[in-house]
């Protein structure tokens, strides 16, 4: 049987955090867990940036510390090495949002080409990674999904936004880069689905270098998978599955009431736990075809992953299982299972302060929320506290 305690070492997980560090964490999570004061305080930051009043410099010190790695890929350096030390992989994210014209979109593309070759260069970053809507416009992908006819104008914009694509893809595959697609609302997902599932069919034919995310706050995402896999069965290629919960649940829920149709989400928590916790076991019963990458902070569905695999006596840095949270939450299931040899990548984001805002605030909105991780994020956090006060003779930790 696993070992259900293995995340419960906080001197591991917490080990590159200096007290000063800590003690900010801490002091953030707090703030996060007030709901109302998270509301008031991104109306104030969005209205002051709008305003440009002078508040970079206090996001940079407190909420864009904790979650972002630098401003550049070079200011990440010094911490996916100090991980990399760790065992712990990472994933560059230049996290900008909210661009619209072709000129941003083919600078973002020349962007995550570039992160694809510095993820070839580099041991510590493992994978690169896009979003659909970061090189092109969400309207185009919604059109294109929801199969409303496009003009002669959007037929090229939609040609040039497929050719990003298969440039990033194709570059990918070149260099051997494992390459993900983030996951997106559902009224754009289905054109980003379909193009995902082109690449894996082009360039995941001998090994799984294209992943395609799925949500499993979605109750149609087995059955998706389930197809997918028979595809590849069928036409010769393997499934990259990304599998996450679902960012969006609050604005899908909305619209599909507004609009009044069926709501894509599940119908509670524990649905959607059920369908995680699924497509999770299909994916790791059928690992000579799907290789996945599990995006979760959530510590049951770690936790049967690690069972399934020990279990089937899979070896723990297995290539086809990656484990994965994001920079600067969770760091006592990323660190804990880079400790013990599991295959563990941290996602960190970066980018210029005012361009990851929206970045930063959803992390904000998330973590007000008690019911998901963030209630245990913050005891760990004072348990290491504690931990450190009745063991001031060592040092394990930076000062
Ligand atoms: C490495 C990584 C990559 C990610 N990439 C993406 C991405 O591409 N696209 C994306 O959308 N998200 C992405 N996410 C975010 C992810 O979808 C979750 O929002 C986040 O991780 C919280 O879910 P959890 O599994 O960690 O933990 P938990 O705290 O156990 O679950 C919280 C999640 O459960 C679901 N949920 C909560 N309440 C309900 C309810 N009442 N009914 C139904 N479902 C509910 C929601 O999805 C919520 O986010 C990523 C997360 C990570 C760690």
Redesign the pocket.
Known sequence: MINKKIFNNTKSAFKLKSNTELDRAIFLFSMMNYSSLVKAGTALTKLSLKLHLPVETLIKKTIFEQFCGGVTEEDCKPVTREMYDENLHSILDYSVEGKKTEEEFDSAMEKKLSLIEYAKKSDEVTFAMFKPTGIGRFEIWEKVSEKISLTDEEKEEWERVQKRVDTLCSRAHELKVRLYA???ETWMQTAADDLMEEMMRKYNKEEVLIFN?L?C?RWDRLDYLKDLHKKGKEEGFKVGA?I??????EKENARAKKLGYPSP?????E???VN?NSVLSYCLNHLEDISVFI????EV?SYLALQIMEDKGLSLDDKRIWF???YGMSDHISYNLARKGYNAVK?VPFGPVRDVVPYLLRRAQ?NTSV???TGRELSLLREEKKRRKGDKSTKHHRE
Request: with cysteine.
């Open positions: 983030d996951g997106e995310t949500q706050y990304k996450v919960r679902g960012a969006y649940m989400i599940c119908e509670s928590k649905a959607t736990d995680f995006g979760t902070h959530n569905s994965s949270q994001l996602l998330e019911k998901g991780q």
